[in-house]
């Protein structure tokens, strides 16, 4: 389903004319299709929904991460420019979960997996990513659930 959005969506930025969504749908394929490409060397299938959300907010944290750096380098046009393909990238991922939400998930997560310490944290991660996949900041809720474990 989303690789058909990621279609229309391209047809409709050739339509209007609108060069960098253009640019950056395409570059979204072109990691997907490596991707894809790198699953049937290795005997599996495309990728799942759930999976291209994961790609997206990779995508979208190394846009971030390129921005830091050029802005650091005293480059803002090229910073500017990076934000603005995260912001189109995140277009294409659901609704992102507030931080109450978050949290409420990580707390069902840790009784359904009976975390009780630190070292049950990958279990808690695990079931979070197999249920929440693109929709929550994994980076923020492994902090939180390192504190909740502690």
Excluded: W
Excluded at 13 to 39: F, H, N, S, Y
């Amino acid at each position: 389903m989303l690789r058909q959005r990621l279609t229309a969506e391209m047809k409709e930025a050739m339509k209007a004319g609108d060069k960098a969504k253009l640019a950056t749908v395409r570059l979204i394929q072109a990691a997907l299709k490596d991707k894809d490409i790198e699953a049937r060397g290795l005997g599996k299938e495309p990728l799942a929904d759930e999976e291209i959300f994961a790609l997206l907010q990779k995508m979208i944290k190394q846009r971030n991460e390129s921005a830091g750096v050029y802005e650091q380098g005293g480059r803002p046009e090229l910073a500017e420019a990076e934000r603005g393909e995260a912001a189109i990238i995140a277009q294409f991922l659901p609704q992102q979960m507030d931080e109450d939400e978050t949290r409420a998930a990580i707390q069902a997560a840790i009784a359904e997996t009976g975390a009780a310490s630190p070292k049950d944290m990958g279990k808690v991660i695990a079931a979070l990513k197999g249920a929440y996949a693109g929709r929550m900041d994994f980076g923020k809720a492994s902090a939180l659930v390192k504190s909740m474990l502690a």
